[in-house]
T-cell receptor, first 112, second 112 residues
Framework: QKEVEQNSGPLSVPEGAIASLNCTYSDRGSQSFFWYRQYSGKSPELIMSIYSNGDKEDGRFTAQLNKASQYVSLLIRDSQPSDSATYLCAVNGGGGADGLTFGKGTHLIIQP | DVKVTQSSRYLVKRTGEKVFLECVQDMDHENMFWYRQDPGLGLRLIYFSYDVKMKEKGDIPEGYSVSREKKERFSLILESASTNQTSMYLC???????????FGPGTRLTVL
């Protein structure tokens, strides 16, 4: 059984600071890694995808992947109150159309 | 923009009823997925399909069936609804392979 672990939070970060969200996964064969943002009552919205070791930056967001440690992280720079949401880490085992395995999410609160 | 639509945002049904949840995507994606999301349990994969008339069981297929007669449409069927199927149901679609999945707005189903 594939597992994806996240700290449920809440993680409270002051406005303007860096928010750091972490995720570990159990399946060493995982190939694709995603971060989704989900506002209360809404569906998940893709923030970042990452497929190879290292960092990937997109605006205020940076995804980091370390396959040897089976670890994925998401950094949010200059955090804004609108970043307050639940962040879901998702992992795909690779190949074919297998569905994603999701973590339970980290609830992030940005304090004004 | 990818658009995934679901037939209802809110649905209330009685125990034992047959329930159909419809999902339509307009991006000609091969892959389609059905998840349910519950507090404390996160998102869990029910069924997925990688082609018309093809289906694969996910992690929690019991009590559900699916139908994919056309590429753009993927239906989730609850043959005899039970109270433990009260949940948020999310449909997603993606291109071939372990690629980004795009979610519909979700259907909140209540079974009384």
């Amino acid at each position: 059984q594939k597992e994806v672990e996240q700290n449920s939070g809440p993680l409270s970060v002051p406005e303007g600071a860096i928010a750091s969200l972490n995720c570990t996964y159990s399946d060493r064969g995982s190939q694709s890694f995603f971060w989704y943002r989900q506002y209360s009552g809404k569906s998940p919205e893709l923030i970042m995808s990452i497929y190879s070791n290292g960092d990937k930056e997109d605006g205020r967001f940076t995804a980091q992947l370390n396959k040897a440690s089976q670890y994925v992280s998401l950094l949010i720079r200059d955090s804004q109150p609108s970043d307050s949401a639940t962040y879901l880490c998702a992992v795909n085992g690779g190949g074919g159309a297998d569905g994603l395995t999701f973590g339970k999410g980290t609830h992030l609160i940005i304090q004004p | 923009d990818v658009k995934v639509t679901q037939s209802s945002r809110y649905l209330v049904k009685r125990t034992g009823e047959k329930v159909f949840l419809e999902c339509v995507q307009d991006m000609d994606h091969e892959n389609m997925f059905w998840y349910r999301q519950d507090p404390g349990l996160g998102l869990r994969l029910i069924y997925f399909s990688y082609d018309v008339k093809m289906k694969e069981k996910g992690d929690i297929p019991e009590g559900y069936s699916v139908s994919r007669e056309k590429k753009e449409r993927f239906s989730l069927i609850l043959e005899s609804a039970s109270t433990n199927q009260t949940s948020m149901y999310l449909c997603a679609s993606s291109p071939p392979g372990p690629d980004t999945q795009y979610f519909g707005p979700g259907t909140r189903l209540t079974v009384l």
